[in-house]
Antibody
């Protein structure tokens, strides 16, 4: 059974940093691209970043480029999102999601971790 | 990376069919056969309902179907049931290997 378990969210002041983690199990982690998707309170889904499994290539939404860094540790089957220079509009539930095949949809999602940016 | 356009809300009675549209551009929906649809109930994570325009994951009811014409994709739900009431999001692979979501559609089963 595929499981994705996010952690690391919390309350942070504007300009602060956090590292989100997503522990994966139930599939060959290194073989699949993974993404972070966020959802602000009462709003829709927003793609944040993707990292490929094969070569670790990374991609970012314009809204987070230069402030967020996605990475993975295949030996620990864990996905990370390092977030810096946080702003109020980064407040959201952050989901990690497994990509079922290159370019295809997100077939498994974690339950999310809430990041709140506020002074 | 402009969001895909979905209607804010749709509604239907039990047993009826509804269709949710998702309009993008040639750089996303129109350029790739990699549109997916997600169902999200309040407080829950999204669930994949359709991938690659028209494919259903194992376990998803065949009442859900997807299609695409040009820059617009569609999700059709037939035989509406109360449990289908949820938010629905489309998503597409996009140029530069990015992803884009629609703004979401709230489905109300009357």
């Amino acid at each position: 059974e595929v499981q994705l378990l996010e952690s690391g969210g919390g309350l942070v002041q504007p300009g602060g940093s956090l590292r989100l983690s997503c522990a994966a199990s139930g599939f060959t982690f290194s073989s699949f691209a993974m993404s972070w998707v966020r959802q602000a309170p009462g709003k829709g889904l927003e793609w944040v970043s993707t990292i490929r499994g094969s070569d670790g290539a990374t991609y970012y939404a314009d809204s987070v480029k230069g402030r967020f860094t996605i990475s993975r540790d295949n030996s620990k089957t864990t996905l990370y999102l390092q977030v810096h220079s946080l702003r109020a509009d980064d407040t959201a539930v952050y989901y990690c999601a497994k990509i079922r095949a290159p370019r295809s949809g997100f077939d498994y999602w974690g339950q999310g971790t809430l990041v709140t940016v506020s002074s | 990376q402009s969001a895909l356009t979905q209607p804010a809300s749709v509604s239907g009675s039990p047993g009826q069919s509804i269709t949710i549209s998702c309009t993008g551009a040639s750089s996303d929906v129109g350029g790739y056969d990699y549109v997916s649809w997600y169902q999200q109930h309040p407080g829950n994570a999204p669930k994949l309902m359709i991938y690659d325009v028209s494919n259903r994951p194992s376990g998803v009811s065949n009442r859900f179907s997807g299609s695409k014409s040009g820059n617009t994709a569609s999700l059709t739900i037939s035989g509406l049931q109360a449990e289908d009431e949820a938010d629905y999001y489309c998503s597409s692979f996009s140029s530069s290997s990015s992803r884009v979501f629609g703004g979401g559609t709230k489905l109300t089963v009357l």
